[in-house]
Nanobody
Framework: QVHLEESGGGSVQAGGSLKLSCVIS????????MGWFRQAPGTEREGVAG???????AYADSVKGRFTISIDNAKNTLYLQMNSLKPEDTAMYYC??????????????????????WGQGAQVTVTS
């Protein structure tokens, strides 16, 4: 059974930083695509950043230059380093994983529909 668990959310002032972690268990395939999504109240879940086992990485335009996605395969952990946070980054952040796909699928329109395995989410609140 695949299980994903996020941690590292919290409240921070604008301009600050947070690092999210997502520990993945039960996923035994060497080929994967993993991503971070976010959802603010009243909005659809959108892709933020994606990474796959081929080394591809993709970011949403809204976070390019501020967020960095990475993975530690030895620890089965996905990370999202978020710098220069803005109030509009406030949302519930989810990690997700699926079989090998282009990393760009994470940030494509309705990219969330390509992923079956999700964490429970971590709240990020950025105050002005």
């Amino acid at each position: 059974q695949v299980h994903l668990e996020e941690s590292g959310g919290g409240s921070v002032q604008a301009g600050g930083s947070l690092k999210l972690s997502c520990v993945i268990s039960g996923y035994s395939y060497s080929d994967y695509c993993m991503g971070w999504f976010r959802q603010a109240p009243g909005t659809e879940r959108e892709g933020v950043a994606g990474i796959n086992s081929a080394g591809d990485i993709a970011y949403a335009d809204s976070v390019k230059g501020r967020f960095t996605i990475s993975i530690d395969n030895a620890k089965n952990t996905l990370y999202l380093q978020m710098n220069s946070l803005k109030p509009e980054d406030t949302a519930m952040y989810y990690c997700a994983t699926e079989g090998l796909r282009p990393a760009s699928m994470v940030v494509a329109v309705n990219g969330r529909n390509a992923f079956c395995y999700w964490g429970q989410g971590a709240q990020v609140t950025v105050t002005s």
